[in-house]
């Protein structure tokens, strides 16, 4: 079983910056495919931006797209969500996810593992 904690969220101004951190357990981190995804109150969760085993590849949603960044240190078992230019509609609570085959570019429902999420509040 592999446990997901995620760290780094909080309140910031709009326009201003975040780095979020999602700390994974076990020996086989760098097997993953790994996902950032938000659900805002009365919405449904929805995939942000996600990142292939071995780092070469990262997608994102177009609403993230050139503000949003997202990378993984496998000797650290962490994967990082660098947020710049933050919005009003950015706010939401914050999950990351594994999906323990490694697709490329999973659905939602793809994704095994689930961390218990980081509140990023951004006021106007």
């Known amino acids: 079983q592999v446990q997901l904690v995620e760290s780094g969220g909080g309140l910031v101004q709009a326009g201003g910056s975040l780095r979020l951190s999602c700390a994974a357990s076990?020996?086989?981190?760098?097997?993953?495919?790994m996902g950032w995804f938000r659900q805002a109150p009365g919405k449904e969760r929805e995939f942000v931006a996600g990142i292939n085993r071995g780092a070469g590849t990262t997608y994102y949603d177009d609403s993230v797209k050139g503000r949003f960044t997202i990378s993984r240190d496998n000797a650290k078992n962490t994967v990082y969500l660098q947020m710049n230019s933050l919005k009003p509609e950015d706010t939401a609570v914050y999950y990351c996810?594994?999906?323990?085959?490694?697709?490329?570019?999973?659905?939602?429902?793809?994704?095994?593992?689930w961390g218990q999420g980081t509140q990023v509040t951004v006021s106007s």
């Open positions: 076990g020996r086989t981190f760098s097997w993953y495919t």
């Open positions: 996810a594994a999906d323990r085959l490694g697709a490329t570019d999973p659905p939602l429902r793809d994704y095994d593992y």
